[in-house]
């Protein structure tokens, strides 16, 4: 029974803080943000992240499927004992994957950096006048 009292409250909790955001966002110029030039490089440097790693990533995928597929003879070619070049190239999947998780965790402190100039502007000055 107490676990239903909580998750009552619990939910209640949910919904008080849920209408104050609404009440804090729907006084907020959003296209004054989106035109902001801080805005703008935000979404820039993302995009200019995002997009390559992602179309590298892509690239990289599928490149082993097409290497296994179209040649499968030197796939097969054993490296080590039983380990081919296709359990190398899959294993490399995973290193590429955690490479790839590092960038973006290195990046994303540049990402943070400009959400942080953005939020004081946001709560200093301007940006609330609709």
Known sequence: MSDIASSTK???TIRRK???????????DWEKIANDS????????????????????LAYY??????????PTVAET??????NIAYLFAL????????????????????DTLVD???KKVKGAGYNDR
């Open 38 to 57: 801080d805005f703008r490089e935000l979404i820039r440097e993302k995009r200019n992240f995002i997009l390559p790693a992602t179309l590298f990533f």
């Open 78 to 83: 054993n490296v080590i004992g039983n380990i």
């Open 10 to 12: 619990d939910e209640r």
């Open 18 to 28: 849920t209408a104050a955001v609404q009440t804090q966002t729907a006084s907020v």
């Open 117 to 119: 100039v953005i939020l």
């Open 92 to 111: 490399s999947e995973f290193v590429m994957a955690w490479v790839v998780v590092y960038l973006y965790v290195r990046r994303a402190g540049l990402f």
């Open 62 to 71: 599928f490149g082993f499927l097409i290497f296994v597929g179209y040649f």
